[in-house]
């Protein structure tokens, strides 16, 4: 895997794969761009950067449907990859499917390429001067090169690690998936081709000003400094649809424990 390599503030960057994933976890929503007919396009989407799962087509082939935590012991050196999920009728799907079949001629598309975003903003970093505002972030890029996956042992994996990235523990603690859900997923895998991880922490910079031709400070000294920000989840809202269920004490853990961890972060880089 080749680094894309930063070309202004480099010391702001890392190529390692965990740094990416770091950021792509602690992500709700990535953004997948990918060009077709020439026009690009930019979805939201999850992304989960995980190792490669490896597809058994003798169990699919057999309809065992294995549990994807009955593997969990079993895990061997492997390939980061991303996986992506959605309806066959998604634009990137049809195109993903299309490029793994041949052609009437007998020549295979070539595959289809994609970039791969992540941003987190951890602050307002505010100078005292328009040119100096910023913000404290991480932002992750990863490009790649996409494949169906056909296992539906690995589309359940899959599907469990996306619910999983909602809340945590969360597959665990609800109803099985239905087995026809599982055949409407499409599941594309991502190899990796190239990373980078950019991330600003600390105090805004002060720009430098030539008081003779840009005029005086201001009378009274601006503020600078960094106001944290970070993401909030509230108070669960009952939807009436399970009457007589009550909040799980792992969905509540899991909210305030991610709430805790976000607030203790921004403020923790705002220095």
């Known amino acids: 895997m080749q680094p894309a390599t930063l070309r202004r503030h480099t010391q702001r960057g890392t190529y390692d794969i965990e740094s990416a994933k770091a950021v792509f976890d602690d992500c709700f929503i990535a953004h997948v761009s990918?060009?077709?007919?020439?026009?690009?396009?930019?979805?939201?989407?999850?992304?989960?950067?995980?190792?490669?799962?490896?597809?058994?087509?003798?169990?699919?082939?057999?309809?065992?449907e294995q549990d994807p935590a009955d593997g969990a012991d079993k895990k061997k050196d492997k390939?980061?990859?991303?996986?992506?999920?959605?309806?066959?009728?998604?634009?990137?799907?049809?195109?993903?499917?299309?490029?793994?079949?041949?052609?009437?001629?007998?020549?295979?598309?070539?595959?289809?390429?994609?970039?791969?975003a992540a941003t987190k903003v951890d602050g307002l970093a505010l100078s005292s001067a328009p040119n100096g505002h910023t913000f404290n972030y991480r932002s992750a890029v990863i490009h790649g090169t996409c494949a169906p996956v056909e296992s539906k042992t690995v589309k359940r994996t899959v599907m469990r690690a996306v619910t999983n990235h909602i809340v945590a523990n969360r597959w665990e603690e609800v109803n099985p998936v239905a087995s026809y859900q599982v055949s409407l997923v499409y599941v594309i895998k991502v190899s990796i081709d190239r990373s980078s991880v950019k991330t600003r922490t600390g105090p805004p910079g002060i720009q430098p000003r030539n008081r003779e031709v840009d005029g005086p400070d201001s009378e009274s000294p601006?503020?600078?400094?960094?106001?944290?920000?970070?993401?909030?989840?509230?108070?669960?809202?009952?939807?009436?649809?399970?009457?007589?269920?009550?909040?799980?004490?792992?969905?509540?853990?899991?909210?305030?424990?991610?709430?805790?961890?976000?607030?203790?972060?921004?403020?923790?880089?705002?220095?």
């Not at 399970?242 to 961890?261: H, M, Q, W």
Request: aromatic share 6%; with cysteine; glycine share 8%.
């Open 34 to 64: 990918y060009v077709d007919n020439g026009l690009p396009h930019c979805l939201p989407m999850i992304a989960l950067v995980k190792e490669e799962e490896e597809e058994d087509e003798d169990n699919d082939s057999l309809g065992n």
């Open 79 to 116: 390939d980061t990859v991303v996986y992506l999920h959605g309806h066959p009728s998604t634009r990137i799907v049809e195109l993903v499917r299309e490029a793994s079949r041949e052609t009437q001629t007998g020549v295979l598309l070539a595959p289809v390429k994609v970039c791969i």
């Open 222 to 271: 601006a503020w600078a400094g960094v106001i944290p920000v970070w993401e909030q989840l509230g108070e669960p809202v009952e939807s009436g649809l399970t009457p007589g269920a009550k909040v799980s004490a792992n969905l509540r853990a899991y909210i305030e424990g991610r709430n805790e961890r976000q607030q203790a972060y921004s403020k923790c880089v705002a220095n």
